[in-house]
């Protein structure tokens, strides 16, 4: 182990980035400047529904960089980057 770090990395909470921290289960919401000029807003209508960045919505199933979330509402489960999402603050 040559080499190795003095120190351990730190883990704190701050530290940690969003997407990291989304895991099945997790309750999410849209980041609004994250989800702004994206493909998954360009392909979408003009105007997104304000309930996305409200949340909360709970996240299905994660696959490489997106994250299948449904809404507490009856629309259809949505893909998204999991970069262009938030934990929803308890």
């Known amino acids: 182990m ?3 770090p003095a120190t351990a990395p730190s883990t704190d ?3 940690v980035p969003a997407a990291a921290a989304i895991k099945k289960g997790s309750l999410v919401r849209v ?3 994250a989800y702004a000029n994206s493909l998954e807003a360009q392909a979408s209508d003009s105007e997104p529904p304000a309930y996305i960045f409200e949340g909360p ?3 299905l199933l994660i696959k490489g960089d997106y994250a299948q979330v449904r809404f ?3 629309v259809p489960d949505v893909w998204l980057l999991s970069s262009q999402l938030e934990v929803f603050p308890a």
């Open 2 to 4: 040559a080499n190795s």
């Open 13 to 15: 909470a701050a530290s």
């Open 31 to 33: 980041n609004r400047q």
């Open 72 to 74: 507490r509402r009856p």
């Open 57 to 59: 919505a709970e996240v």
